[in-house]
């Protein structure tokens, strides 16, 4: 069974960070993209950023040179550095997998239809 878990959020002050983890199993051929998404209140869920197999991170244009993407292969984990963080920031965050069974994506990582696995979520909230 795929299991996809995060942990990591909490509370904390405008201009502060947070670091959020996602675990993974069940995967039996691994995963070729994994990504985080957040969903604040009242809005659509959108993509934060992503990363392929190789490394290869994107970002969208709101949490670049603030946010980094990485990923442990081994672990088959992934993690979201938040730092600088602003009130617009406060969401539930995604973790996100593309399984490799499926086959490769073309289009934007950063889309929700690019993913097959999806974690519960982890609450972000940020003071002012």
């Known amino acids: 069974q795929v299991q996809l878990a995060e942990s990591g959020g909490g509370s904390v002050q405008a201009g502060g960070s947070l670091r959020l983890s996602c675990a993974t199993s069940g995967a039996t051929l691994g995963w070729i993209i994994m990504g985080w998404f957040r969903q604040a209140p009242g809005k659509e869920r959108e993509g934060v950023a992503s990363?392929?197999?190789?490394?290869?991170?994107q970002y969208a244009d709101f949490v670049k040179g603030r946010f980094t993407i990485s990923q442990d292969a081994a672990k088959m984990a992934l993690y979201l550095q938040m730092n600088n963080l602003s009130t617009e920031d406060a969401a539930v965050y995604y973790c996100?997998?593309?399984?490799?069974?499926?086959?490769?994506?073309?289009?934007?990582?950063?889309?929700?239809?690019?993913?097959?696995?999806w974690g519960q979520g982890t609450q972000v909230a940020v003071s002012s």
């Open positions: 996100a997998a593309r399984r490799a069974d499926v086959g490769w994506w073309s289009g934007s990582p950063l889309l929700r239809n690019a993913y097959t696995d």
């Open positions: 990363i392929n197999f190789d490394d290869r991170a």
